[in-house]
């Protein structure tokens, strides 16, 4: 490839050259931008997280509303620009602006780096936990009016820290300085794990820190929200233990939570690893044997049903507890319902890597959980617009999916009198999905 006074000269194709030119006009590589917005749109998202920021600016002063600057950089976030150094490029792009309300040829440029970064850095405490109420009330919206069971699942990860950010904690079980941000998700009739809240915490906190005011605020939403249905608390072995209990009887909940392995504990179980030991003779690796009984640690107020599964793997047995309070299923069925938590892991990597919100490196601890709450925000939109396609392939693919395939779209964006046009590729596969997309979102 060469350059020219003409452009950019590649080599030539069936006896024709092969010129680029830097000339298209307003061209974007985001068009999905619009889906995004409209998703916003339709949950009224980032509107309600600017409701509850007082605007401590001098009026005379304002370029861009609060609105907007929660509009550029979480619709910049779902787009897959995670930093907000992206922003100094992306303020002129026509189909963000667009988006963010702006018109994409004469419209004045979107914020800065520098703007966003002092709107991140000036949250308050207060600020913080009004936005979290904003978007759990936003997720719980979402659940379907028909929903008799919600389930709540709480889990921890870990999230790296980059330099020396205020509460960053050295954690020996991840080897690593972090933080520890306590992640709970909503599951109503439809099966959808929905993100509902993200606590960002110290590295060296234990697992159910912050869990109770979480809690409270969410248990309250649901209920609002849907009278009379029954909340189960779901969880690892990290939370299955007396103060969670407490705090479960206390709010009225259901519990399904795992059970780390004790002495009595492993004696109780001891006839169901034995009839599991049996089975092995006969049926060799993977067999299992599900049973039960009831036991109560020190510190608890009450027996609890404990469910136990003996597997053997290659000679080697590997127990497995849980504590419940259903008593209508069998200890298989309880279990396996245990094991559906495992598909919010999926949840987490795609929030973690799909969405960046490991990127929590200011210096500021509120300005790092202004960071998860705004990259949360975006995962939110992108659960919406898989809402919206539930039925079709699309409503289970992953983040990075739906944005390779529907997001990262070219347009050309012209501004005319009475319209803004996106022309998209005629060419793109997708045409259908986009279509089904714009009429749930705007309908």
Known sequence: MTGSALGLEFPAVCGRQVTGVFDGGDLTSDAGVALVGAADGKLGLTAALAGVIPERRQAGKIAHPLVELLRTRVYAIAQGYEDANDLDRLREDPALKTACGRLPETGAALASQPTVSRLENRLEQG??????????????????????????????????????????????????????????????????????????????????????????????????????????????????????????????????????????????????????????????????????????????????????????????????????????????QVYTWYCQRGDRENRIKELKLDLASGRTSCHRFLANQARLLLHMAAGVLLTAMQTALAGTQWATAQVSTLRTRLLKVGARVVQSARRIWLHLPSAFPEQAVWALLVRHLTG
């Open 127 to 332: 600020d913080l936990i009004r936005m979290g109420k904003a978007l759990a009330e936003r997720v719980i919206a979402q659940l379907p009016e028909g929903s008799s069971e919600v389930t709540i699942d709480v889990d921890v990860t870990d999230d790296p820290c980059h330099g020396q950010q205020q509460l960053q904690v050295f954690n020996a079980f991840y080897d690593e300085h972090c933080y520890l941000p306590l992640l709970v998700y909503v599951t109503g009739s439809d099966g959808v794990q929905r993100l509902v809240s993200g606590l960002l915490r110290p590295g060296n906190v234990g697992p159910t820190r912050g869990l109770w005011r979480v809690l409270r605020v969410v248990v309250d939403l649901i209920r609002r929200r849907l009278p009379g249905v029954r909340i189960t608390l779901r969880g690892d072995s990290g939370f299955g233990v007396a103060e969670v209990l407490r705090m479960c009887h206390r709010l009225q909940l259901g519990y399904l939570l795992g059970l780390a392995a004790n002495p009595v504990v492993t004696r109780l179980a001891t006839p169901v690893q034995m009839d599991a030991a049996l089975k092995y003779r006969w049926e060799g690796d993977g067999c299992r044997e599900f049973g039960e009984f009831r036991y109560a640690a020190q510190t608890w107020q009450q027996p609890e049903r404990v469910i136990v599964k003996a597997e053997i793997t290659r000679g080697e047995l590997n127990p497995r507890y849980a504590i419940t309070d259903v008593e209508t299923l069998t200890p298989e």
